[in-house]
């Protein structure tokens, strides 16, 4: 007989750039899949995670920082946000502690509206992150006013609303809880065992990209993509595994090529260690990895480069 008592459910985690979505979902799971920077447009693909334990099982949505669109990469991680929302069954709102709403919060506060809207039920949470930065009585005043401006503006208010701490991880066993005990009871659609529908490649083309955004000058990393070329594993000397990764960093300008290699290769070779350690921390495996650089002048508005470059739907 099945076990009816069984949860499950898509959760779109929404909010502005750097306010820490894919830090929440990477300690949600328990491992890191989407990079976590302090730069905006860190996250610019949809990326699916999934949590799985005896209560049920969540598919978490991270979609994009919601912010104005001026390139058509821009477009492309707006669209990728507003989807989501179709298809999810519960939201989760991310915001710093703050009683101050601003042009696009109320975006956010306007798409959300809309997808709760004409829904039998659609679950909002408002989670209230970098807890730790606040006395409780600023979190409370953003409670009270993000409700209220909720209530006004869009006509519904959240079904709870939470305060975490990502950085320190406190809070989030509370906003796991809060989140099973509203989804619906459902089938399991992914194995156990499943983390993420990422392939390795993808993953280790975030984990680049990432590198670069910790490494490099303020306007550079906005206009690099990373593309793995080549990935395969062999046998190496001593019969452990090693996993020979080539990838290229794409960026848009001749002078920004220069800064990402960095005199003698310097830049280059730091970003491509530090990568490196994290993906063999991931694969459990040594890692060999090659880094190009490539200058794709204005490719963030050139629709073969983007699909090239991995920005297209998922079918």
């Not at 099945?2 to 459910?9: A, L, N, Y």
Request: with cysteine; net charge negative; aromatic share 6%.
């Amino acid at each position: 007989m099945e076990d009816r008592s069984f949860k499950s459910g898509f959760v779109a985690i929404l909010g502005r750039p750097n306010v820490g979505k894919s830090t929440i979902m990477n300690h949600l799971i328990g491992m890191k899949i989407a990079a976590v920077s302090k730069r905006a447009q860190t996250t610019r693909k949809r990326i699916q995670t999934v949590y799985t334990e005896e209560r049920g099982q969540i598919v978490f949505l991270d979609t994009p920082g919601i912010n104005k669109a001026e390139t058509k990469l821009g477009e492309y991680m707006l669209d990728a946000a507003v989807d989501t929302l179709k298809t999810a069954d519960m939201i989760l709102w991310i915001i710093e502690p703050s009683d101050y709403i601003g042009t696009g919060e109320r975006y956010v506060a306007e798409l959300i509206g809309k997808a709760v809207e004409g829904v039998e039920s659609l679950p909002v949470i408002l989670v209230v992150n970098k807890a730790d930065t606040a006395e409780e009585e600023k979190i409370q005043s953003t409670f009270d006013k993000y409700n209220s401006y909720m209530k006004e503006s869009e006509g519904t208010v959240f079904d709870t609303m939470l305060a975490v701490s990502a950085t320190k991880g406190t809070g989030l066993d509370n906003l796991k809880d809060e989140i099973f005990s509203r989804l619906p009871e459902g089938p399991m659609y992914f194995d156990e065992d499943t983390v993420t529908d990422e392939t390795e490649r993808e993953i280790v083309e975030e984990f680049i990209r990432e590198k670069c955004l910790r490494n490099l000058d303020k306007e550079i990393p906005h206009g690099i993509a990373v593309v793995v070329d080549k990935m395969h594993t062999r046998s190496g000397r001593n019969g452990d595994n090693v996993v020979d990764i080539e990838a290229t960093i794409i960026c848009e300008r001749e002078s920004h090529k220069g800064i990402i290699i960095g005199k003698n290769g310097s830049m280059l070779k730091r970003i491509g260690t530090d990568a490196r350690h994290e993906i063999e921390d991931m694969l459990q495996e040594k890692v060999n990895l090659r880094l190009w650089v490539k200058v794709r002048p204005g490719w963030r508005d050139k629709k073969n480069y983007l699909s090239e470059y991995g920005y297209k739907k998922k079918v």
